[in-house]
């Protein structure tokens, strides 16, 4: 069971946008900044989002992300196939001593 | 650029030790970042196992605590996973990341291995 609340699925036509959701508590989202990554089929996860909305060198500007006290979201903008991945967030956690993880939301572009 | 490679045993026979080594290469182990272990069991999200500085200070997963042990091997620029008495709940990818943080409130893994793939069965 992940900490993390995120939807196991979303979808959307090419050029639509589309946003995951993650729900943590006061012990992660709540104290901590969250991260997203990028798992593309059958590869390792990829950092996306870093500090809630900073994008590493590379990441495209389409992606962008937001948190609001102990939730947070991912923005996908004008959605292209090659965005049909896997996304996880992730936040260091205080009581754990570590980070925690959602249990990954599954894009599919139609 | 910074590459992580996780070498190992594919097949662990249960009751006994999975052993993992994570090379790293482009970034000095000694450097000042912590090095951790995510697995990540078939079709399931991510877990974290624990991390290691180059000191030898290691954090582990309270759940996996008693059967965990990181090492750090400074010569040889690789730390190391064993995880004692599996069973095939402990069949997953296993993942090696190097942590970076701009603040204590900002952790992230940014560059990963490219994972193992650890199968426990007789």
């Known amino acids: 069971q992940a900490v993390l609340t995120q939807p196991p699925s979303v979808s959307g036509p090419p050029g639509q946008r589309v946003t995951i959701s993650c729900s943590g508590s006061?012990?992660?989202?709540?104290?901590?900044?969250v991260n997203w990554y990028q798992q593309l089929p059958g590869t390792a996860p990829k950092l996306l989002i870093y500090s809630n909305s900073q994008r590493p060198s590379g990441v495209p500007g389409r992606f962008s992300g937001s948190k609001s006290g102990t939730s947070a979201s991912l923005t996908i903008s004008g959605l292209q196939s090659e965005d049909e991945a896997d996304y996880h967030c992730?936040?260091?956690?205080?009581?754990?001593?570590?980070?925690?993880f959602g249990g990954g939301t599954k894009l599919t572009v139609l | 650029q910074v590459q992580l490679q996780e070498s190992g045993p594919g097949l662990v026979r249960p009751s006994q030790t999975l052993s993992l080594t994570c090379t790293v290469s482009?970034?000095?182990?000694?450097?000042?970042?912590?090095w951790n272990w995510i697995r990540q069991h078939p079709g399931k999200g991510l877990e974290w196992l624990g991390n290691i500085y180059y000191t030898g200070s290691a954090y582990y997963t309270p759940s996996l605590k008693s059967r965990l042990t990181m090492t750090v091997d400074t010569s040889e620029n690789h730390f190391s996973l064993r995880l004692s008495s599996v069973t095939a709940a402990d069949t997953a990818v296993y993942y090696c990341a190097r942590e970076d943080d701009v603040s204590p409130y900002t952790r992230y893994f940014d560059f990963w291995g490219q994972g193992i793939l650890v199968t426990v069965s007789s």
């Open positions: 006061s012990s992660n989202l709540g104290t901590n900044t």
């Open positions: 482009g970034d000095s182990i000694s450097g000042g970042h912590n």
């Open positions: 992730a936040a260091w956690d205080e009581s754990l001593h570590g980070p925690v």
